[in-house]
């Protein structure tokens, strides 16, 4: 399959140095603009929403996938047993619509909604709304869902929802590629962003004590047609196909390799809207794929089609500081 442009773009950010130096005065640039638009918010001249509820931002200061998804699926079950009535917002990536708030359903489309919402819908069963502009998205899950506190999955840039709490998450075997802004690396925002933030989380290993780290796991496989469960250790027996449209796809390989099995990989750009053609192999192997990737496949599914579920396991302790840091008063 031919590279896509986002593909030949981390190529680039994450192992050719020579042309990431290249372009590193438009990185500059980029920095730049971005610290004037945080001052411009700062100083009013942009305007941001405060909700009558606390907001936990989880976001990346990197382009593509780091872990986030996950990790609000684990604070929203978590908020859940506390007590609170979490709601979640979210872009709605890839999604065919304008920018009016959505309510998210069990049975919407990927198309409408965005796999993530669906999927975090799916695996929380709490009010999820999608929007590009959050506070509109927010609005909803107040009005119509009853919430109580308001998680945004991404958003770390969209200044103009203000926020109690902020978590970055980092991919910890990426991290930030050669340190550039865009268009010459992966940054969103300078590394020194992570200062401001509440909390880091780390999907891997972290490098500093004073972050957190985080694990994905999952062993068990699911058939999309049937339903039916196996563990995931179970295909090491047999060649199969592994595929993935997610911002890191070689994390999901790398998981199904440690669990043993011999996989002929296949990646797709991030949020790919899968078709039947796109997976007729016509070999009959076995098919494993994220279940991000699930929801976009369920309607020409087969036999042959598996998912992998996984769930964020954060170390322990970040719980008791996330609900003490929630109980605070704030005033970002």
């Given at each position: 399959?031919?590279?896509?442009?986002?593909?030949?773009?981390?190529?680039?950010?994450?192992?050719?140095a020579?042309?990431?130096?290249?372009?590193?005065?438009?990185?500059?640039?980029?920095?730049?603009?971005?610290?004037?638009r945080?001052?411009?918010?700062?100083?009013?001249?942009?305007k941001?929403?405060?909700?009558?509820?606390?907001?936990?931002?989880?976001?990346?200061?990197?382009?593509?996938?780091?872990?986030?998804?996950?990790?609000?699926?684990?604070?929203?079950?978590?908020?859940?047993?506390?007590?609170?009535?979490?709601?979640?917002?979210?872009?709605?990536?890839?999604?065919?619509?304008?920018?009016?708030?959505?309510?998210?359903?069990?049975?919407?489309?990927?198309?409408?909604?965005?796999?993530?919402?669906?999927?975090?819908?799916?695996?929380?069963?709490?009010?999820?709304?999608?929007?590009?502009?959050?506070?509109?998205a927010?609005?909803?899950?107040?009005?119509?869902?009853?919430?109580?506190?308001?998680?945004?999955?991404?958003?770390?840039?969209?200044?103009?929802?203000?926020?109690?709490?902020?978590?970055?998450?980092?991919?910890?075997?990426?991290?930030?590629?050669?340190?550039y802004?865009?268009?010459?690396?992966?940054?969103?925002?300078?590394?020194?962003?992570?200062?401001?933030a509440?909390?880091?989380?780390?999907?891997?290993?972290?490098?500093?004590?004073?972050?957190?780290?985080?694990?994905?796991?999952?062993?068990?496989?699911?058939?999309?047609?049937?339903?039916?469960?196996?563990?995931?250790?179970?295909?090491?027996?047999?060649?199969?196909?592994?595929?993935?449209?997610?911002?890191?796809?070689?994390?999901?390989?790398?998981?199904?390799?440690?669990?043993?099995?011999?996989?002929t990989?296949?990646?797709?750009?991030?949020?790919?809207?899968?078709?039947?053609?796109?997976?007729?192999?016509?070999?009959?192997?076995?098919?494993?794929?994220?279940?991000?990737?699930a929801?976009?496949?369920?309607?020409?599914?087969?036999?042959?089609?598996?998912?992998?579920?996984?769930?964020?396991?954060?170390?322990?302790?970040?719980?008791?500081?996330?609900?003490?840091?929630?109980?605070?008063?704030?005033d970002?």
């Amino acid at each position: 399959m031919k590279k896509t442009l986002s593909r030949l773009a981390q190529d680039i950010w994450y192992h050719d140095a020579f042309i990431g130096l290249c372009l590193m005065p438009l990185g500059f640039l980029f920095a730049d603009i971005v610290r004037f638009r945080r001052f411009l918010y700062r100083m009013g001249v942009l305007k941001s929403r405060k909700l009558p509820v606390p907001v936990i931002i989880v976001g990346n200061i990197t382009v593509g996938g780091t872990g986030k998804t996950p990790l609000v699926i684990w604070l929203a079950n978590l908020l859940h047993q506390q007590g609170y009535k979490p709601g979640i917002v979210s872009r709605g990536y890839g999604r065919q619509a304008d920018d009016e708030p959505v309510m998210v359903s069990a049975d919407s489309l990927p198309a409408q909604v965005g796999d993530e919402a669906l999927l975090i819908k799916r695996q929380t069963g709490c009010p999820v709304a999608v929007s590009p502009i959050r506070a509109a998205a927010a609005d909803c899950l107040l009005k119509i869902g009853g919430c109580d506190i308001i998680i945004a999955d991404d958003g770390l840039q969209h200044y103009a929802l203000q926020r109690d709490i902020e978590i970055i998450v980092i991919d910890g075997e990426r991290r930030f590629g050669n340190g550039y802004c865009l268009p010459a690396g992966p940054l969103r925002e300078p590394p020194s962003r992570l200062l401001e933030a509440d909390f880091v989380m780390v999907n891997g290993e972290k490098t500093e004590p004073e972050q957190f780290a985080m694990s994905l796991q999952g062993d068990i496989a699911i058939n999309l047609a049937t339903a039916e469960q196996k563990p995931l250790a179970s295909f090491a027996d047999s060649d199969c196909h592994a595929i993935a449209g997610i911002g890191n796809p070689a994390r999901f390989f790398n998981l199904l390799g440690k669990a043993g099995l011999n996989c002929t990989t296949l990646s797709f750009p991030d949020h790919h809207p899968f078709l039947a053609q796109d997976l007729a192999f016509k070999d009959g192997k076995p098919v494993l794929m994220t279940e991000k990737d699930a929801v976009k496949c369920a309607a020409f599914a087969t036999d042959l089609f598996w998912y992998v579920p996984v769930s964020a396991q954060p170390e322990s302790g970040f719980a008791e500081q996330l609900l003490t840091r929630l109980r605070e008063p704030h005033d970002r």
